[in-house]
């Protein structure tokens, strides 16, 4: 059915009908199934996985959980653990058909990119989640602020700096907490 057009990957391990991915609830339903109930409810979806939960564009090959420091996870095949610190703040759980998923919010989402991805072009993520309601030069400072030791926040801070992001939310708009999933560009 893949060789046909009939499906497309989604997520490892998961497939859906065509222009699934461009859905932000299926997305989000994917990543359910994508991820057990046991990584689920002792990690948080992080890096390009929480991105493309967020904005969709090319499905993750490998889905990145942060879990806190010392804490272990089952190996499970496709599935990326890093031990991080991840203050509540930065954290959102969204439910969908067959669970919830908690995932970092798009502002620490895109610091997480910004420090961690290798050196070159931005990658699509980058720019859709500057589109999101809340990631604003504030929200990615004050992200910042609360990791000061972390692995390239330096890096960060500049390619942050370089980015059309609104200064401040505009009254009325939601925080990271309360995105829309379909609000990406």
């Known amino acids: 059915m893949l060789a046909d057009g009939l499906l497309e990957p989604l997520l490892p391990g998961v497939v859906g009908p065509p222009g699934s991915g461009a859905d932000p609830d299926l ?32 499905p993750p090959a490998v889905m990145d959980v942060a879990v806190p420091p010392r804490r272990s996870l089952p190996t499970v095949p496709a599935v990326a653990v890093h031990e991080r610190r991840m203050p509540a703040v930065d954290v959102v759980v969204l439910a969908a058909v067959g669970g919830v998923v908690p995932l970092t919010t798009p502002t620490r989402t895109l610091v997480d990119l910004l420090r961690l991805l290798p050196p070159g072009p931005a990658p699509w993520a980058v720019s859709a989640l500057v589109g999101l309601a809340g990631v604003t030069a504030d929200s990615v ?33 939601p925080e990271d907490g309360g995105v829309s999933r379909s609000a990406c560009r």
């Open 141 to 173: 400072s004050a992200c910042l602020a609360g990791m000061p030791r972390a692995r390239g926040v330096t890096r960060a801070r500049t390619l942050a700096s370089a980015l059309p992001l609104p200064r401040a939310a505009p009254p009325g708009r």
């Open 27 to 58: 997305r989000l339903a994917a990543a359910v199934l994508a991820l057990p109930e046991r990584v689920r409810s002792r990690g948080t979806l992080a890096e390009a996985a929480a991105a493309w939960v967020w904005c969709g564009g090319p």
